[in-house]
């Protein structure tokens, strides 16, 4: 019973600021995600914007016509339009044996375009059309003054077929959402830091019923409520999009174990660090996990860099990622796993602490 007042009381206190908590925790990183999601999009379908196109290349034939191609392709001329890469391309440009054949002979020549990526659709239509411009001005040349063959080879096109063999991937409003959860998490455990510090500023533990408590139970009661607190911001954030038709739309199951984990997170390292830390060195500790998501740029871009596995929101991005991708939890059992591990040990050493302490009363 007293743990359900101490849990009632401080839920009170924590919600007793309700329309701050939402604009601050919910509307707040929403709009946030709405915006950048929106102009990624744009960005994405922009008609009128010709992106250099990644091109890895494949020479089946191998023939000096073949090579004369990619050496074109490769040229200080075409390099705003095409870029030859080695790994990771938009498309694949695969050069056929035989080709050096059919051009000679004045036959339709063997390229396929493979595409590996979504979008880049105006890009791709420019690179065929310049090799087909390329492949008629050749075959003029070879054909000399047959009309005949003139006609026939400025009606057909070199690129024998486009095809789409892309990764499946997530939408602007999918990458950035599941992105922006890591912005609501260190927000939260920000918050819980700070608050903590603030709870014992101010006895804010008189409120439990006048029978005193331990250390331990004291803090077990302000994780329970803590829980609650937080389950029920990250839900809210979540279930927008999910409401919304534009992110989280898988298994409503998993989505739910997934909040548990990014509940666990929150609440393990806030009570953690300040249980174990003053407040000194504990809003120090907090700032630095504040900041370092930001450094990583993986909150608002849904890719970061090194600094990102430094930070505990990427492991939960990656979970909240792969199942907005696949709408359950396939590919997320490691990082469950790793978020799962990180919260226990953390918060172990904040129990260790609490009974290191002994059982030294908390009262009014």
Same mark, same amino acid.
């Given at each position: 019973?007293?743990?359900?007042?101490?849990?009632?009381?401080?839920?009170?206190?924590?919600?007793?600021?309700?329309?701050?908590?939402?604009?601050?925790?919910?509307?707040?990183?929403?709009?946030?995600?709405?915006?950048?999601?929106?102009? $990624? $999009?744009?960005?994405?379908?922009?008609?009128?914007?010709?992106?250099?196109?990644?091109?890895?290349?494949?020479?089946?034939?191998?023939?000096?016509?073949?090579?004369?191609l990619v050496e074109l392709l490769g040229s200080d001329?075409?390099?705003?339009?095409?870029?030859?890469?080695?790994?990771?391309?938009?498309?694949? /440009?695969?050069?056929?044996?035989?080709?050096?054949?059919?051009?000679?002979?004045?036959?339709?020549?063997?390229?396929?375009?493979?595409?590996?990526?979504?979008?880049?659709?105006?890009?791709?239509?420019?690179?065929?059309?310049?090799?087909?411009?390329y492949h008629q001005s050749l075959y003029v040349s070879?054909?000399?003054?047959? #009309?005949?063959?003139?006609?026939?080879?400025?009606?057909?096109?070199?690129?024998?077929?486009?095809?789409?063999?892309?990764?499946?991937?997530?939408?602007?409003?999918?990458?950035?959402? =599941?992105? #922006?959860?890591?912005?609501?998490?260190?927000?939260?455990?920000?918050?819980?830091?700070?608050?903590?510090?603030?709870?014992?500023?101010?006895?804010?533990?008189?409120?439990?019923?006048?029978?005193?408590?331990?250390?331990?139970?004291?803090?077990?009661?302000?994780?329970?409520? +803590?829980?609650?607190?937080?389950?029920?911001?990250?839900?809210?954030?979540?279930?927008?999009?999910?409401?919304?038709?534009?992110?989280?739309?898988?298994?409503?199951?998993?989505?739910? +174990?997934?909040? /548990?984990?990014?509940?666990?997170?929150?609440?393990?390292?806030?009570?953690?660090?300040?249980?174990?830390?003053?407040?000194?060195?504990?809003?120090?500790?907090?700032?630095?996990?504040?900041?370092?998501?930001?450094?990583?740029?993986?909150?608002?871009?849904?890719?970061?860099?090194?600094?990102?596995?430094?930070?505990?929101? $990427?492991?939960?991005?990656?979970?909240?990622?792969?199942?907005?991708?696949?709408?359950?939890?396939?590919?997320?059992?490691?990082?469950?796993?790793?978020?799962?591990?990180?919260?226990?040990?953390?918060?172990?050493? =904040?129990?260790?602490?609490?009974?290191?302490?002994?059982?030294?009363?908390?009262?009014?």
């Amino acid at each position: 019973m007293k743990a359900l007042y101490y849990i009632k009381t401080t839920l009170k206190g924590m919600f007793a600021n309700g329309v701050v908590t939402i604009a601050t925790f919910i509307l707040f990183p929403i709009l946030l995600a709405c915006f950048m999601a929106f102009f $990624h $999009h744009l960005d994405d379908e922009n008609p009128l914007k010709l992106k250099a196109l990644n091109v890895q290349i494949v020479d089946e034939d191998n023939t000096e016509n073949s090579k004369r191609l990619v050496e074109l392709l490769g040229s200080d001329d075409l390099k705003e339009v095409v870029n030859i890469v080695d790994k990771k391309p938009d498309v694949e /440009l695969t050069i056929k044996e035989g080709y050096e054949k059919n051009v000679l002979s004045l036959n339709k020549g063997d390229i396929i375009i493979n595409k590996k990526v979504e979008g880049m659709g105006m890009s791709t239509d420019t690179l065929k059309v310049i090799l087909d411009r390329y492949h008629q001005s050749l075959y003029v040349s070879i054909a000399g003054g047959d #009309m005949g063959n003139l006609n026939r080879i400025m009606e057909s096109s070199i690129v024998e077929d486009i095809t789409i063999d892309t990764l499946k991937t997530n939408n602007p409003y999918e990458k950035i959402s =599941a992105s #922006m959860i890591g912005f609501v998490i260190t927000i939260l455990i920000y918050t819980m830091i700070h608050g903590g510090y603030a709870d014992i500023s101010v006895n804010l533990d008189k409120r439990i019923n006048a029978t005193p408590i331990t250390k331990l139970q004291y803090l077990f009661y302000e994780t329970m409520a +803590l829980i609650v607190y937080v389950f029920i911001i990250i839900s809210g954030y979540v279930i927008f999009f999910r409401v919304a038709g534009l992110s989280f739309k898988g298994n409503i199951l998993d989505l739910i +174990l997934l909040i /548990l984990m990014g509940t666990m997170l929150v609440v393990s390292m806030s009570k953690s660090i300040s249980t174990i830390f003053g407040a000194k060195y504990g809003k120090i500790i907090g700032t630095i996990i504040f900041t370092l998501p930001l450094i990583s740029g993986e909150i608002f871009s849904g890719e970061g860099n090194k600094i990102a596995l430094l930070t505990p929101t $990427h492991y939960l991005n990656n979970a909240f990622n792969l199942y907005n991708l696949n709408g359950n939890l396939e590919g997320c059992g490691k990082w469950i796993l790793i978020i799962f591990a990180m919260s226990i040990i953390i918060y172990s050493a =904040a129990i260790i602490k609490a009974v290191i302490q002994g059982r030294k009363k908390v009262c009014a």
